[in-house]
């Protein structure tokens, strides 16, 4: 916890520091208002004595007229100040979480898709949003809390040393012992906050979880179990959020306790030096306003420490995200990919999971430009693997992987992406327009080019019949549209990209017999002249292919044309190609 804390405390420091001049500004206005907060119980001082004084009553009045405007002056000195202190920490703090939200938005999309595999996306939703949140609320306990309390425990000490040392010696030995006490409680605290953040965290993601899948929880009547499963994690954060709220009851009791030990002991003490003669009626106002004032800035701060303790470990999640090296990273001094012919080529391809799952083993595989290879073979065998290494999900455990000679892991990811087009077997959309949707593949494309896309993709048809058209919101994950609607979308997405290397996962799986003929015709167009990986589980879709490759257990057991591997009796594909097409198709 301690080195995660010192972590975040340093990404905040490297992101405020950027506006050092309005930080500055905030600060000094800040310890401003405090000092005119400590000057102003000293002219009720003067107030109170001339009241006691003795003197004429007019004399009197003309006096407490003189140190009332002295006050007024000092309360209109002390709002300007604030009002500047109040509208810079809004421009300060506004301006830095915004960074900070960037800057964690920036670092989180450049971790590797298996990450994002292995979390919940709710869940780290939530932890951007507390992380930033962390920011706004250190920032303003430091400014309105810590800051004033340092300075008026300086100032009082020595205004009330001043009077009496030993009403400033009790003043300090109260105020070590309180914060002492604070710590130590808060200390205690944190371990419990930080638990009761992970049972919040995973029962955030449990409701993400069942909310995204819905439909199967329906379907495959999960309800009564979900239901179970959040009310069980529903009462372990309540257990925790309980025991923690109990803890915190428990510190203001110990403070409350304390505060009347100052009060009683001060004033007793206070009324000992009157009777001797050493305080006056004025000085008892003072002590009264700066206990009150000491009170103020001292309760607050077990209650300060205990939100810092609380929002650092909310912001501890995160900075364990944003300390997390990328798994997946650019070597220095990566070149940009330049594909001038897309040729790819496996050389000795080793791939592990991980260390006990070996996925592919001296693969080997070259992919002669403008070349369309099919890959199919079982669950498992590695088909999805070797498109996943050729797109960088994953890094090679050993050989190397080359586009046209260029080793695509000293190649920029962003440059090797930009040549490649990927149509997923189960694409996914932006809660975004249509127009968007199928532009996102070419940023500058022309509605008009975005249309021609379309069209090509046989989309067109089905996007013009809705009621705003291209410009109609798809839904999260594009729920909206049918699976094959939103294939079609993905495939006229990939002709607007129009990138010289083309993998297809099982482009077609999610369209009736109908439409796969029709987006078949559509993909021909775009395979032109095209390197283009294919993997596929309907032999159909690949007939055409130049070349097929049959993979089990991350080898290359079968190789050729559709007509070379029928023909083999008792070959792999020769079995599957009787199993799914019975010997009616030609």
Request: a positive charge; glycine letters at 6%; proline letters at 2%.
């Amino acid at each position: 916890m301690k080195d995660n804390t010192k972590k975040t405390l340093k990404i905040f420091w490297q992101h405020a520091i950027k506006y050092k001049w309005l930080g500055s500004l905030l600060v000094a206005s800040t310890v401003a208002v405090t000092v005119f907060e400590i000057i102003v119980p000293l002219f009720y001082r003067r107030l109170f004595n001339s009241l006691a004084s003795g003197q004429p009553v007019d004399q009197i009045a003309r006096e407490c007229i003189i140190v009332l405007l002295w006050i007024t002056a000092l309360y209109l000195i002390q709002w300007a100040v604030r009002r500047v202190s109040n509208f810079s920490a809004n421009y300060f703090e506004a301006r830095v979480i915004s960074d900070l939200s960037s800057y964690c938005f920036n670092y989180l999309h450049r971790h590797s898709f298996s990450y994002f595999n292995n979390n919940f996306v709710g869940s780290l939703v939530k932890r951007v949003k507390w992380f930033t949140g962390a920011f706004e609320t250190v920032t303003d306990k430091l400014l309105w809390d810590i800051v004033p309390l340092i300075i008026t425990a300086i100032a009082i000490t020595v205004i009330l040393g001043l009077a009496n040392i030993w009403l400033a010696v009790g003043v300090i030995v109260w105020m070590i012992i309180f914060i002492l006490i604070n710590l130590l409680l808060a200390r205690y605290k944190i371990r419990y906050d930080i638990k009761r953040n992970e049972v919040e965290s995973s029962n955030t993601g449990l409701l993400a979880d069942t909310i995204t899948n819905n439909a199967n929880v329906k379907l495959f009547n999960g309800y009564h179990r979900e239901v179970n499963a959040y009310a069980k994690s529903n009462e372990e954060v309540r257990y925790w959020r309980l025991f923690t709220w109990n803890l915190g009851s428990f510190f203001d009791a110990v403070q409350g306790f304390l505060a009347v030990v100052l009060e009683v002991g001060v004033f007793y003490f206070a009324i000992r030096l009157w009777q001797q003669g050493v305080l006056t009626i004025g000085d008892f106002a003072m002590i009264q306003a700066y206990l009150i004032r000491i009170f103020e800035q001292i309760w607050s701060f077990g209650n300060v420490i205990r939100r810092l303790y609380e929002s650092l470990s909310d912001a501890e999640e995160m900075t364990i995200i944003l300390e997390l090296p990328h798994e997946i990273k650019d070597t220095p001094n990566a070149k940009t990919l330049k594909v001038k012919k897309g040729e790819i080529e496996f050389k000795n391809v080793l791939f592990k999971y991980h260390k006990s799952r070996k996925v592919l083993d001296n693969f080997n595989l070259t992919v002669a430009p403008a070349e369309s290879v099919a890959l199919i073979g079982p669950s498992g065998a590695g088909k999805t693997t070797v498109v996943k290494l050729l797109l960088r999900m994953h890094d090679v455990t050993n050989g190397q992987i080359l586009i046209d000679g260029q080793d695509i892991a000293k190649v920029t990811q962003e440059s090797l992406w930009q040549n490649v087009s990927l149509v997923p077997q189960d694409p996914i959309l932006f809660h975004r327009t249509l127009m968007e949707n199928i532009r996102y593949g070419q940023p500058k494309a022309t509605d008009k080019e975005v249309i021609e896309a379309a069209k090509k993709a046989h989309c067109h048809e089905f996007i013009s019949h809705l009621e705003f058209g291209y410009e109609t919101f798809v839904g999260e994950r594009g729920i909206k549209l049918s699976g094959g609607e939103r294939q079609r979308v993905a495939i006229a997405r990939a002709i607007l990209r129009n990138a010289p290397i083309l993998v297809l996962d099982e482009a077609t799986s999610s369209l009736d017999s109908e439409s796969e003929h029709l987006i078949q015709e559509a993909l021909n167009e775009l395979m032109k002249n095209k390197t283009v990986l294919v993997i596929a589980h309907r032999l159909s879709t690949i007939r055409h292919a130049d070349r097929i490759l049959v993979i089990d257990k991350g080898q290359v057991v079968e190789e050729g044309s559709h007509d070379d591997l029928t023909s083999q009796t008792g070959g792999i594909y020769a079995k599957l190609w009787q199993f799914q097409a019975g010997g009616f198709v030609k």
